[in-house]
């Protein structure tokens, strides 16, 4: 399996332009998870999913970020407008639940967002 | 709410030294997960090593293994023989079974050659 795939791995773009991440899980996990890391703040959880049902955005920062996932091998992270401070580190990272509840969670490359 | 600490912000460690990287939680659930992660400066999150709360033994992969103390909620990470692809930030985690994993704030290692 190619991993968790993260597009684009570096986007840099104006404030108030419109961003899209892109985020294909592993074949077969079942939970979907976006994160975003700063160096003030650490890694944080913007949302997360569960067969394609958001279960948590309450780590969404504000109406500018919304988060999708049409089908069980794509999602998306959109960011509109965007703002400076939105520069960051966003990972994507899916996971699938076993019987005896332990399980590791894969993560992407990440997408480097710079809003200038 | 769930809360993990990780109150080194740095360490360093010669080269073949061992490192001891803590890690303390805050949960009122017994049945729960502990992770390490390693992000290197290519930032891919890597996992170290995993324990699961209900075993008593200590997890070991290697020359990673970690000093789990349930009652005083601590999980700590002991590197043996320290070598310069240790180098990364190290961020310990806490999972609930189908809830998201709460992260620390991490810990900078660096290995001195």
């Known amino acids: 399996d190619a991993g968790v795939i993260q597009s684009p791995r570096h986007e840099v773009t104006e404030m108030g332009q419109e961003v899209t991440l892109r985020c294909k899980p592993i074949s077969g996990h079942d939970y979907l998870f976006w994160y975003r890391q700063t160096m003030m703040r650490g890694l944080e959880l913007l949302i997360y999913?569960?067969?394609?049902?958001?279960?948590?955005d309450s780590g969404m920062p504000e109406d500018r970020f919304s988060a999708k996932m049409p089908n069980a091998s794509f999602s998306t992270l959109k960011i509109q407008p965007s703002e400076p401070r939105d520069s960051a580190v966003y990972f994507c990272?899916?996971?699938?639940?076993?019987?005896?509840?332990?399980?590791?969670?894969?993560f992407g490359p990440g997408t480097r967002l710079t809003v200038l | 709410a769930q809360t993990v600490t990780q109150s080194q912000p740095e360490m360093s460690v010669q080269e073949a030294e061992t490192v001891t990287l803590s890690c303390t939680y805050d949960?009122?659930?017994?049945?729960?997960?502990l992770f390490w992660y390693k992000q290197p400066p290519s930032r891919q999150m890597i996992l170290v090593i995993r324990q699961e709360a209900y075993k008593q033994q200590n997890a070991t992969e290697n020359r990673f293994s970690v000093n789990f103390q349930k009652a005083a909620k601590s999980f700590s990470l002991k590197i043996s023989d320290s070598q310069l692809g240790d180098a990364a930030m190290y961020f310990c985690a806490y999972r609930y079974p189908r809830q998201k994993l709460v992260f620390g704030q991490g810990t900078r290692l660096t290995i001195n050659p």
């Open positions: 990272a899916s996971s699938f639940f076993l019987s005896g509840g332990l399980h590791e969670q894969f």
């Open positions: 949960t009122s659930e017994s049945d729960y997960y």
């Open positions: 999913f569960n067969n394609n049902v958001p279960i948590d």
